[in-house]
């Protein structure tokens, strides 16, 4: 996929003036194109040995149904893949995630327990497996703020629960459960996960009252070095205080830029940062949204299991996967 200018035609052509429905944007190659001069040599061996998995987006879509009752597959013709599936009893999915290979990790909540399940696609995107990842289990709080990263293999999961207002970031294990946690003391919201080999990137935003109302005052990227041992969630480092207009943002996997969803003046700009300077470097993709509507904003931003493709949901309703356009209202969460 041609970054710069698949990106522009894409947004152009598949966001009319008028759009009703959430939207999300898959950027294929895009990610990688701020460090190509630098990196070309290395991504061309490199390129070499990799497996196909790992270099090809996903053809499906495995969402979360509303009110958490199953999982819903989806080509991108917006066409159900197999039958719904249905959430453990006693249950509710909460979030997705991609793996390689076909494959996505799967939070679904308890009460105060948070559990994982793997989920395995065919070649035809038709669910094959749903197995638990017993080991993987937390106690805590999912709410609508709580958020998943899996990565890229599945071998740890990092998951945000909640206590009130305060949150909790888990990194487990897959394979042996080992956990570590990092909390806030503050009421804070934790959104935006995305791995950088050993570090977590997350989105932090405290908050506050405004007008008899909880609001978040600010909205910081920051990055926990996952080797730290538990403690407070202030032992991240500041990376990028988002400008106005953006609440959602992602690291790349090499670490070296923020990507950014702003919304302002009727127009959407995925915005890069470099890390090392917190200076603008590339516009991913932009797109004027005129007309009279409620404001929006983009809602969330992920990195997919090649670290090509990005996937960037509005408020409004309307999926966009690789150049096709899927309305999903019915859906809370997403992967690709």
Same mark, same amino acid.
């Given at each position: 996929?041609?970054?710069?200018?698949?990106?522009?035609?894409?947004?152009? *052509?598949?966001?009319?003036?008028?759009?009703?429905?959430?939207?999300? =944007? !898959?950027?294929?190659? %895009? +990610? /990688?194109?701020?460090?190509? @001069?630098?990196? #070309?040599?290395?991504?061309?061996?490199?390129?070499?040995?990799?497996?196909?998995?790992?270099?090809?987006?996903?053809?499906?879509?495995?969402?979360?149904?509303?009110?958490?009752?199953?999982?819903?597959? @989806?080509?991108?013709?917006?066409?159900?893949?197999? $039958?719904?599936?249905?959430?453990?009893?006693?249950?509710?999915?909460?979030? !997705?995630?991609?793996?390689?290979?076909?494959?996505? +990790?799967?939070? #679904?909540?308890?009460?105060?327990?948070?559990?994982?399940?793997?989920?395995?696609?065919?070649?035809? *995107?038709?669910?094959?497996?749903?197995?638990?990842?017993?080991?993987?289990?937390?106690? *805590? +709080?999912?709410?609508?703020?709580? /958020? $998943? #990263?899996?990565?890229?293999?599945?071998?740890?999961?990092?998951?945000?629960?909640?206590?009130?207002?305060?949150?909790?970031?888990?990194?487990?294990?897959?394979?042996?459960?080992?956990?570590?946690?990092?909390?806030?003391?503050?009421?804070?919201?934790? #959104?935006? =996960?995305?791995?950088?080999?050993?570090?977590?990137?997350?989105?932090?935003?405290?908050?506050?009252?405004?007008?008899?109302? !909880?609001?978040?005052?600010?909205?910081?990227?920051?990055?926990?070095?996952?080797?730290?041992?538990?403690? /407070?969630?202030?032992?991240?480092?500041?990376?990028?205080?988002?400008?106005? %207009?953006?609440?959602?943002?992602? $690291?790349?996997?090499?670490? @070296?830029? !923020?990507?950014?969803?702003?919304?302002? /003046? *009727?127009?959407?700009?995925?915005?890069?940062?470099?890390?090392?300077?917190?200076?603008?470097?590339?516009?991913?993709?932009?797109?004027?949204?005129?007309?009279?509507?409620?404001? $929006?904003? +983009?809602?969330?931003?992920?990195?997919?299991?090649?670290?090509?493709?990005?996937?960037?949901?509005?408020?409004?309703?309307?999926?966009?996967?690789?150049?096709?356009?899927?309305?999903?209202?019915?859906?809370?969460?997403?992967?690709?």
């Amino acid at each position: 996929m041609n970054g710069r200018s698949r990106i522009g035609s894409a947004w152009r *052509g598949l966001l009319p003036v008028g759009v009703a429905a959430g939207m999300a =944007l !898959v950027i294929g190659g %895009g +990610v /990688d194109a701020v460090h190509h @001069r630098q990196r #070309a040599a290395k991504t061309e061996h490199a390129a070499k040995p990799a497996a196909k998995s790992e270099q090809t987006a996903s053809r499906f879509l495995v969402g979360v149904r509303q009110a958490g009752t199953a999982l819903l597959v @989806r080509d991108l013709k917006g066409a159900d893949v197999g $039958l719904p599936i249905a959430a453990p009893r006693g249950a509710r999915f909460r979030h !997705v995630s991609a793996l390689k290979g076909g494959t996505f +990790v799967v939070a #679904a909540s308890t009460g105060r327990q948070v559990t994982f399940q793997r989920l395995k696609l065919d070649a035809k *995107g038709r669910p094959k497996a749903l197995q638990p990842l017993p080991k993987a289990t937390l106690s *805590g +709080v999912s709410t609508a703020y709580s /958020d $998943l #990263a899996a990565g890229p293999d599945g071998d740890r999961i990092a998951y945000v629960t909640y206590r009130g207002a305060k949150s909790r970031v888990d990194v487990v294990s897959t394979r042996t459960g080992a956990r570590k946690s990092w909390t806030t003391k503050g009421p804070a919201h934790v #959104a935006g =996960l995305s791995w950088a080999g050993d570090t977590l990137a997350f989105v932090w935003s405290p908050l506050h009252h405004v007008h008899g109302r !909880v609001a978040e005052a600010k909205h910081q990227v920051r990055a926990l070095d996952t080797r730290l041992p538990s403690g /407070d969630l202030k032992a991240s480092k500041p990376v990028l205080n988002l400008p106005k %207009g953006a609440s959602e943002a992602v $690291l790349t996997r090499d670490g @070296r830029t !923020v990507i950014a969803g702003l919304a302002q /003046d *009727g127009q959407i700009t995925l915005q890069g940062y470099a890390v090392a300077t917190r200076k603008p470097t590339k516009i991913f993709a932009r797109q004027r949204v005129a007309g009279k509507r409620p404001a $929006l904003r +983009v809602s969330r931003l992920d990195i997919d299991h090649t670290g090509r493709h990005l996937l960037a949901a509005l408020t409004d309703g309307r999926l966009l996967a690789d150049g096709a356009v899927l309305t999903a209202p019915d859906l809370a969460d997403a992967a690709w």
